[in-house]
Structure formats: structure tokens, C-alpha cells
């Protein structure tokens, strides 16, 4: 992509909004292709704009050197029409190759982030219940991050492909602490808001390759390949500050959200993916018992917190 001739312009007539076949509305989204999170829509409303950027209180968080901390943002205009603005970042916002300060964005508009990411604009029907594509049916439609029966195909696969090339397998649970507690104070909306940060907050410091899925009601899972055991651990503890130390507000109160985290690996002994999930269910649910904040694992995984000794251990 070339850096020269910023284009300042606005295409008023690529301002249509399509109909969907099913008659329900079209949504203005982004839609990331590319990274981690992959097919992941963020829809745009009127009434907020989207930032995007490497700080993690970014709408559209891309955990990358290359990404300003505040890198751009996507505003929805009076008429429907929808604008990317470059925030005066370092490597520049690109659409379909162009360097631009200001564009109109047009349905299929490719906006590049950098040199390696890419985040499409377009426009998408809400999927009916039991309905959407393929990619749709992977994600979680509150977080946007992997859904729990795609975590499980995926388990079962690569824990016979690292059986068989004898490779390290971890996988990491962690649960939204006294979530029922945040409805109850809080309300339901808050505990979606909470939801939605967490998968946020915790996409931005997980490799590209991790499988990151939600679980459950408010638990989350981390699918790690080719990790040793002390990376698994450093993780954790990302993951946990990263959490912790995250500004989470509904309607100017801030909400108070910790995470406490089980791990476990791969180990001879284990029959099949089930045997691994086993294992680390039961680590988390000593993690839970023990009090907020808190990990458990394996006796091996506890031995190399201890020598960290930087965070309480279950």
C-alpha cells in the first residue's frame, strides 16, 4: 500500500443500505477478516461510534505495535452513512488501498489497519434463531469470540494431532466471579456488558492461533498448541490482570470483575479431549471455591506460580 496522497472525500451516493432476502433489516457492521477474531461483527449504531485501536478500551481492541493506541474510528452520520476517520495514527487507515483521513465507507469497503489488518464494512441481515452461515454458527452471539461446540470440535481434533506428533496441548477455563452477583447489583444489561469486555479485554492478549470460545453462561475457555507449561502460566496471569485492572462502568458505576482460572495439559494418561476438559473443570472448580482471583492447576502448573510467587494460588 502506497503512504502518499491522503483522500479526503465523501461518496454520499454509497450511502444505500441493502435489503436482506428474509425481509428482516440489514445492520451496518464491521466485520474483522482477518486475526484472531475472524468473522467477528461489531454493528454500528447512531448513537456511538466505534473506535479501534491497540488500548484495550477500544471498541475493535487489535493487540499489535504497528496499531495505534488510538488508531481510528467508524461514526454513523444523520443520512445512515458511515465514516472511518483516521485519529492521527502512526502507520496510517487504508481503505481498499487508499490512505484516508476522512471516506464515506461503501458496502464491501476494505479498511487496513496497518499492514496486517483488515476489517471489512458491509451490511448483514440478523440471523433468525437456528439460522445464519457457517461462520456465524461458530460464534457466540453475545461475545463474538468461538462458540462452545466449535471449541469442542476443535479439542477433539487437535488432541489426537498432538497424541500423535507428540506435542504439548493445554487448555485453560475461567469463570466471570460472582457474575450472578454483578446481575443482581447491576442488572442483566451489565452482566452482557461485562461479557462482551472480558471477551474483549482477554482476545487482545491471546496469540492469533489460540482458540478462544465461550463456554458457558459466564465461562470462558482457551485452547493453547505448541504452549509449554510456564507460557500457559504467564497467560493466566495476563489474562487475570488484564481483567482486573480493565475499567468496566454501566452508566457511570463502575463494576468491580475478577476471573478465577483452571489449567490443565495434556498428559499420557489421558484416554481422549474429554479427559483433559475433566481435569481442568475440576481445577476451576477448586479455583472457585477458594475465592475470587484465583488459579488452580495441575501440580506441576502450581509449582512454577509458586516460583513466580506474584499471584495467590488456590
Known amino acids: 500500500m502506497g503512504k502518499d ?19 428482516r433489516p440489514a445492520m451496518p457492521c464491521l466485520v474483522h477478516v482477518s486475526d484472531t477474531l475472524a468473522d467477528t461483527a461489531y454493528r454500528l449504531s447512531s448513537d456511538k461510534e466505534c473506535t479501534i485501536g491497540r488500548a484495550p478500551e477500544n471498541d ?23 465514516f472511518v476517520e ?71 481434533e487437535d488432541f489426537a494431532h498432538a497424541r500423535r506428533q507428540r506435542e504439548n496441548l493445554a487448555l485453560l477455563l475461567f469463570d466471570v466471579d460472582s457474575f450472578d452477583e454483578i446481575r443482581q447489583m447491576h442488572g442483566s444489561a451489565a452482566g452482557d456488558m461485562v461479557l462482551r469486555e472480558v471477551a474483549k479485554v482477554v482476545s487482545a492478549v491471546l496469540r492469533r492461533e489460540d482458540i478462544f470460545a465461550r463456554y458457558d453462561d459466564h465461562t470462558f475457555a482457551v485452547l493453547l498448541r505448541n504452549q509449554e507449561e510456564a507460557a500457559v502460566v504467564a497467560l493466566a496471569q495476563r489474562i487475570g490482570r488484564a481483567v482486573k485492572y480493565h475499567a468496566f ?53 502450581r509449582a512454577i506460580f509458586r516460583q513466580m510467587a506474584n499471584r495467590h494460588v488456590a
Open 5 to 23: 496522497n491522503v483522500e479526503i472525500t465523501d461518496r454520499v451516493d454509497a450511502c444505500v443500505t441493502p435489503a436482506g432476502a428474509s425481509g
Open 60 to 82: 475493535v481492541c487489535i493487540r499489535d505495535q504497528i496499531v495505534s493506541q488510538r488508531h481510528a474510528r467508524v461514526v454513523m452520520g444523520p443520512a445512515g452513512e458511515a
Open 86 to 156: 483516521d485519529l492521527r495514527s502512526t502507520n496510517g487507515t487504508y481503505v481498499n488501498g487508499k490512505k484516508v483521513a476522512r471516506q464515506v465507507l461503501r458496502d464491501g469497503d476494505k479498511i487496513h489497519i496497518g499492514p496486517r489488518h483488515v476489517l471489512e464494512f458491509c451490511y448483514r441481515v440478523n440471523a433468525a434463531p437456528g439460522g445464519g452461515g457457517d461462520a456465524d454458527a461458530n460464534r457466540d452471539a453475545l461475545t463474538g469470540v468461538y462458540a462452545r461446540k466449535y471449541l469442542l470440535m476443535r479439542i477433539d
Open 249 to 301: 462502568s454501566k452508566e457511570g458505576k463502575k463494576v468491580r470483575v475478577t476471573v478465577s482460572l483452571g489449567i490443565g495439559s495434556l498428559t499420557r494418561n489421558m484416554k481422549n479431549a474429554m479427559d483433559l476438559i475433566g481435569d481442568v473443570q475440576d481445577f476451576l472448580g477448586k479455583a472457585r471455591r477458594a475465592g475470587r482471583d484465583t488459579i488452580n492447576g495441575s501440580q506441576s502448573i
